[in-house]
């Protein structure tokens, strides 16, 4: 019976390295930092009123240039499209 718990054990141990070795080598979504540059969503103060807008221009460029960086960095990726509110003008800041 010892030596049934000892395979066991060994086995884990072999389980355990395979899920560590799995695991470093797994990509992340975690975001990377970056460096602090203006917010797509513009907000004005007008006394006790504040008004946030959205600078559309400013948010499809910077999709943009992220798409292109996304297509050079990862051959899987075939096409990126972009839909919704965005796409068809009608955004609003959140």
Known sequence: ??????????????????????????????????ADKPSAVRRRS??????????????ITELTEAAHRLLDQDDRVIA?????SLARGDALPS
């Open 1 to 34: 019976m010892a030596s049934r718990a000892q395979d066991w054990l060994d086995q884990a141990w072999r389980d355990l390295e395979h899920a560590r070795a799995a695991m470093a080598n797994r990509p992340t979504t975690t975001r990377r930092p970056t």
């Open 46 to 59: 007008f006394g006790s009123v504040q008004i946030a807008f959205l600078d559309r221009e400013m948010a």
């Open 80 to 84: 990126i499209g972009l839909f919704g």
